[in-house]
């Protein structure tokens, strides 16, 4: 069952556990010295930087909402794959792979989505890097579940959680279980309440991390699943208070989401 979940914290500080701009800037750490050292791949970061307008919210908010751009992510592991595989760059490789294979799942080439993402897992652990790989994994058991493999897809989502546990990377950890949260709504052997489970997990560790970007997230699916099933729960309430904690990004596709779910819920309970 989920823990308790914390209080949030008050005002609008960035999560404590963010990571660094250069994590943000190289989506999975800190590349090696042969990587930061040529100028392209630094234009290349220079060029998703710019790209992520929500800084302001901390680099996981900011790399959240870079995926929800099918097209910049796109061209972003396309890019970064072509001149990554010029210069023989196993790292970048690796990053580009994630990127597209993200993208293949999402634009409904689960089986191409796991290709890319097993490689890219592959290469990079050929480098040594252990940085990323739970949420990786957790992108890898998505798109088993979209490939109709549900076991592997519950298995790799346990990998990612423990993976996250034992390695202390664990600010990944609520969007891993939005996400585990999600297979499971889906999932025609398991109930509605063990997906809630997940995502009440979800919510009670952004909040226990201080990521608000992420607690909104799972919030949102919460209240789609409560939606959904007819659930006693006051999810409204849950999503209000999370979203009035946001002082800026009003744009950012998340709060644009919420703004809209809440806004449809007021339209229905005022209906006769």
Not at 11 to 18: A, P, T
Not at 51 to 70: C, F, K, N, Y
Not at 104 to 124: M, V, Y
Request: hydrophobic share 40%.
């Amino acid at each position: 069952m989920p823990e308790t979940m914390p209080p949030r914290p008050s005002g609008s500080r960035r999560s404590k556990n963010c990571c660094g701009e250069g994590e943000l800037v190289a989506v999975a750490g800190a590349p090696g010295a042969e990587a930061t050292s040529d100028d392209g791949v630094e234009r290349l970061a220079a060029a998703r930087r710019r790209s992520i307008e929500t800084s302001h919210i901390g680099p996981v908010a900011g790399l959240g909402e870079m995926l929800r751009d099918q097209a910049e992510v796109a061209r972003l592991g396309s890019e970064l794959t072509r001149y990554a595989n010029e210069r023989e760059l196993p790292y970048w490789q690796a990053l580009g792979h994630f990127l597209e294979g993200w993208h293949a799942r999402h634009s409904g080439r689960p089986s191409d989505s796991i290709a890319r993402l097993q490689r890219g897992l592959e290469l990079w652990q050929q480098t040594g890097s252990r940085v990323f790989r739970p949420v990786c994994l957790a992108f890898l058991a998505d798109a088993y579940a979209a490939d109709h493999q549900p076991q592997l897809a519950r298995v790799t989502f346990e990998e990612a959680l423990k993976i996250a546990a034992d390695t202390g990377e664990r600010w990944a950890e609520p969007e891993i279980h939005r996400l585990f949260g999600d297979f499971l709504s889906s999932d025609k052997d398991s109930s509605p309440s063990a997906a809630i489970a997940r995502y009440e997990q979800a919510i009670a560790t952004a909040r226990k991390q201080g990521s608000r970007s992420l607690e909104l997230r799972a919030t949102m699916s919460l209240a789609r699943i409560v939606l959904e099933t007819g659930a006693a729960m006051p999810w409204r309430e849950q999503l209000s208070d999370i979203y009035q904690s946001f002082s800026e990004g009003w744009n950012t596709t998340d709060l644009k989401d919420a703004r809209a779910l809440l806004a449809a819920e007021a339209v229905r309970q005022a209906e006769p």
